[in-house]
């Protein structure tokens, strides 16, 4: 089975600009989640995605947002990008039925 | 929330045993106590989890206290491929709650 995927890689943006990245859960996955990893702060939860709605949130503004397809494959949007943004972000999926969550290899954005 | 304490850093020889310590005094009867790890330049990796009762997978070995205060995540025989942080997490619905909370984690360094 294909693992967590995420598009792209590596990004650099400039501040007040936007962005979407991208993830694709393993085959069977309904469950997508977001986080956020930074040296200050560690890894933070974005958003939970299951079946096209959002089923949890974290505590973050509202410049981040995201959604979710009917194929699972889900994109995360920030607008107006900070400095602060930059960061890895993980996209994570899991079936409902089972706790463990597998990780794609993440997007390091950059904002300069 | 309930919050997880855990060493910043430890070492171990490889090919011995590694006792990585949680403690987590305020976790509530229906929190789930899950391992997860992160080695370099890579997202987190799903370990281990429980509830009351020790586990025990091809990973690791998880040992939980009587009073469910502590635990300890056990790697039988270290081998440097090992060396990562180590998180231990609890989250409070098994299902439909992916809203994990990431600590600092654990540094595990593993020496030949």
């Known amino acids: 089975k294909a693992g967590v995927t995420q598009t792209p890689r590596y990004l650099i943006k400039t501040r007040g600009q936007q962005v979407t990245l991208s993830c694709s859960p393993i085959s069977g996955h309904r469950s997508v989640s977001w986080y956020q990893q930074t040296p200050g702060q560690g890894l933070q939860f974005l958003f939970e995605y299951f079946s096209e709605t959002q089923r949890n949130k974290g505590n973050f503004p509202g410049r981040f947002s995201g959604r979710q397809f009917s194929n699972s494959r889900s994109e995360m949007n920030v607008s107006t990008l900070e400095l602060g943004d930059s960061a890895l972000y993980l996209c994570?999926?899991?079936?409902?039925?089972?706790?463990?969550?597998?990780f794609g290899p993440g997007t390091r954005l950059t904002v300069l | 929330d309930a919050k997880t304490t855990q060493p910043n850093s430890m070492e171990s020889n490889e090919e011995e045993p590694v006792h990585l310590p949680c403690n987590h005094s305020t976790i509530s009867g229906t929190d789930y106590i899950h391992w997860y790890r992160q080695l370099p330049s890579q997202g987190p990796e799903y370990v281990i989890h429980?509830?009351?009762s020790n586990v025990n997978n091809r990973m690791a070995s998880l040992a939980i206290a009587e009073d469910r205060k502590s635990s300890t995540l056990i790697l039988h025989r270290a081998t440097l491929r090992d060396a990562a942080v180590y998180y231990c997490?609890?989250?409070?619905?098994?299902?439909?709650?992916?809203?994990?909370?990431f600590g600092a984690g654990t540094r595990l360094t593993v020496k030949p």
């Open positions: 994570a999926s899991r079936t409902d039925r089972r706790n463990e969550q597998f």
């Open positions: 997490i609890l989250s409070f619905v098994f299902y439909n709650n992916n809203d994990m909370r």
């Open positions: 429980g509830l009351t």
